[in-house]
């Protein structure tokens, strides 16, 4: 089945520890993002890609790094500079005209130890 | 920069229509979405419109757009107990990534 997949679903980080976040789609989208989302505050943008090998920054980028070396991938790696990292991410592809909507993966839940 | 409303709460009978309201700012959004969130879930694309329509059904949901007053709304008929989640309106024009709502958290009483 087409889709997109974001592991671990769940993932502690230790103090001063960089951590990664996979996401893999299989639906030749061009274009995917990554969302943190808090509770009661939304879906806030973190980075989006459009096309390999090109990213941008999102409206909270600090702490956090991508890359984009495949279409089919788009890991985010959640830096120790990152001090408030406990969340919930989800990483979602799409095309990046308005009518190939975005669809979003099952989500990976981050905490702190 | 733009932005998206929504009211944060919204509580419904069983068996009643639930509508969810949204008005976004950016007078040049292209397509308007609805999504839908379940406990510890991604976010589900429900519907989109385009901006040149007015209205969009399909079964139990029916989106309207009011363009000159930026405001969206989505019914959903004969509410259910699986309806209850919190649904995200979004927008974008172009190119852009999408900007969401906060989200309005229905809940469906039986």
């Known amino acids: 089945d087409g889709g997109i997949t974001q592991s671990p679903k769940y993932l502690f980080r230790k103090e001063g520890q960089n951590v990664t976040l996979s996401c893999e789609q299989n639906?030749?989208?061009?274009?995917m993002y990554w969302y943190r989302q808090d509770p009661g505050q939304g879906l806030r943008l973190i980075y989006y890609s459009q096309i390999v090998n090109d990213f941008q920054k999102g409206d909270i980028a600090e702490g956090y790094s991508v890359s984009r070396e495949k279409k089919e991938s788009f890991p985010l790696t959640v830096t120790s500079a990152q001090k408030n990292p406990t969340a919930f991410y989800l990483c979602?592809?799409?095309?990046?005209?308005?009518?190939?909507?975005?669809?979003f993966g099952d989500g990976t839940r981050l905490s702190i130890l | 920069g733009e932005d998206v409303e929504q009211s944060l709460f919204l509580s419904v009978r069983e068996g009643d229509s639930s509508v969810i309201n949204c008005t976004y700012t950016d007078s040049s959004s292209t397509y308007l979405y609805w999504y839908k969130q379940e406990p510890g879930a991604g976010l589900q694309l429900l519907t989109y419109?385009?901006?040149?329509?007015d209205m969009k059904q399909d079964q139990r949901l029916t989106v309207l757009l009011n363009k000159k007053d930026k405001h969206l709304s989505l019914r959903i008929a004969d509410t259910q107990t699986g309806d209850s989640a919190i649904y995200f309106c979004?927008?974008?024009?172009?190119?852009?990534?999408?900007?969401f709502g906060k989200g309005t958290r229905l809940s469906v009483i039986a």
């Open positions: 979602a592809s799409g095309g990046y005209t308005g009518n190939q909507p975005q669809h």
């Open positions: 639906l030749n989208h061009d274009a």
């Open positions: 419109i385009f901006s040149n329509m």
């Open positions: 979004a927008e974008n024009s172009g190119n852009t990534p999408l900007v």
